[in-house]
C-alpha cells in the first residue's frame, strides 16, 4: 500500500512540473483569460484613428502627377486644330510611357491617392497617375496593353451613353470595361453623355450621376467612387454633392483648385500628341509641385 501511495504522488508530481514547463500560445493563453474573466469581455487591440486632413492640410501636400488622355491614334485631315490637342498617336503613347518606366515613375489608383492626400499615407518615390475620359475604344486596344508592357495600371472615366456604341469613333463594350477593372485598373464616373457640370440641374444629378453610377456598378461589380469633370469644368457650388451622391474625390483639369474642397478638384494635365516625351517630362516637373 505505501508502494502504491508512492508511485500515485510520484506521478501527480510529475504531471504537474510537465503542466507548469508546457507553453502556452500567447494567444491561447488571452482568449482563455478573457473567457475566464466575463463572458461579455472583448480583447481589446489597439488600433490607430487616423484623422482626416482638413482643406488646408491638403492643398499644402505635393501634388502628384495626374495625365489625361483622350483619343490614342493617328491624327486625321478632318481633325480641327483643338482637337489634336486630345489626340496622340500610338507611337508617341508608347514612346511617353516608356520614357516614365524608365524614369522610375511608378503608377497609382484613386485609392491611394486619396488615402496619402486624407491620411498621410505613403506613395512610392516617383508616383504618377494615368487617367483616361470619354470610353473610347483606343483607350483599350492601345493604351491598356501598352500601360500593362510597363507594369502600369489606368483609370478610366466612362461617359455610359457611348458603351459599346460604333461609329466614326468606337467605344469600349460592356465587356471590355469589366476586364479592365478586374485587373486592378479602375473604372470611374464621367457622367452619361458629357453635360457640363456647371449647368446641372436638380434632374441632372439622377440622369448624369446616380443611374451611370449604378449602371458601372452592374458591370464591373465594383463601388464607383471617382469622377471627372467633363472639360474639366466645375461649379463650386455643386462640388459637396457630389460626396452626398458617394464620391470620394473628383478631378478637373489643368485649372486652379477649390479651396474648400480640394479633395473634388483634383488637377490633372493633357499629354498633347504634338509633345516629344521630354517636353512631357518637362510639364510634369513644372506643373506638379
Known sequence: ???????????????????????????????????????????????????PADAKTILAKKEVPVL??????????????????????????????????????????????????????????????????????????????????????????????????????????????????DEGNVIASHTYDHKNFSKFTEEDWTTQIDEPTRKLERITGKKITYFAYPYGVYKAALLPKLKEHGFKAAFILSTKRDEDYPLYTIRRIIDPGHYTAKNLLHSIKKSFK
Request: aromatic share 12%; net charge positive.
Open 1 to 51: 500500500m505505501m508502494k502504491s501511495m508512492g508511485i500515485w504522488v510520484w506521478a501527480n508530481y510529475v504531471f504537474g512540473l510537465m503542466a507548469c514547463t508546457t507553453s502556452t500560445p500567447k494567444s491561447t493563453f488571452l482568449a482563455q483569460k478573457v473567457s475566464s474573466d466575463s463572458a461579455t469581455t472583448e480583447l481589446s487591440i489597439d488600433t490607430p484613428v487616423l484623422t
Open 68 to 181: 489625361c488622355y483622350h483619343q490614342i491614334r493617328e491624327w486625321l485631315p478632318s481633325d480641327g486644330k483643338r482637337a489634336k490637342d486630345d489626340i496622340i498617336s500610338p507611337t508617341k503613347f508608347n514612346e511617353h510611357i516608356k520614357l516614365l518606366a524608365d524614369s522610375g515613375y511608378q503608377s497609382i489608383l484613386p485609392d491611394q491617392l486619396y488615402d496619402y492626400l486624407v491620411y498621410g499615407k505613403s506613395l512610392p518615390p516617383k508616383p504618377i497617375m494615368f487617367t483616361f475620359d470619354d470610353t473610347d475604344l483606343d483607350q483599350f486596344t492601345v493604351a491598356y496593353p501598352t500601360l500593362k508592357k510597363y507594369g502600369f495600371k489606368g483609370v478610366y472615366f466612362i461617359m455610359t451613353v457611348a458603351i459599346g456604341k460604333k461609329g466614326r469613333i468606337a467605344y469600349m463594350n460592356a465587356a471590355q470595361l469589366k476586364q479592365l477593372a
